[in-house]
Nanobody, 124 residues
Framework: QVQLVESGGGLVQPGGSLRLSCRASGFIFSMYVMSWVRQAPGKGLEWVSIINGQGTSTDYADSVKGRFTVSRDNALTTLFLEMNSLKPEDTAIYYC?????????????????RGPGTQVTVSS
């Protein structure tokens, strides 16, 4: 079955950087669109970024555009999120998510599976 396991979270100071990874298994990774979504304390789920199967097309939420970069290594079946210039408001649990299609969905939160998440805390 589909398994998604995130790693790389932690505590970082404002202005710092982190690189998140998501190892995928149980499906043909290169065929599917993948996303990162996050949930801040006391808030709802927020879509962060999306990438197509070949890694040639990406999109970002306005809140992270210019600071975050999504990428993937299909040979390693791994999704990445490079996060720079981190702000306290980026504090959240970050999840990688798999869609049931090779096309970008209209609703970015309409994924079919997600991992258990990794905590990112931005604080001095």
């Amino acid at each position: 079955q589909v398994q998604l396991v995130e790693s790389g979270g932690g505590l970082v100071q404002p202005g710092g950087s982190l690189r998140l990874s998501c190892r995928a298994s149980g499906f043909i990774f290169s065929m599917y669109v993948m996303s990162w979504v996050r949930q801040a304390p006391g808030k709802g789920l927020e879509w962060v970024s999306i990438i197509n199967g070949q890694g040639t097309s990406t999109d970002y939420a306005d809140s992270v555009k210019g600071r975050f970069t999504v990428s993937r290594d299909n040979a390693l079946t791994t999704l990445f999120l490079e996060m720079n210039s981190l702000k306290p408001e980026d504090t959240a649990i970050y999840y990688c998510a798999k869609y049931g299609s090779s096309y970008f969905p209209n609703s970015r939160l309409a994924y079919e599976a997600r991992g258990p998440g990794t905590q990112v805390t931005v604080s001095s």
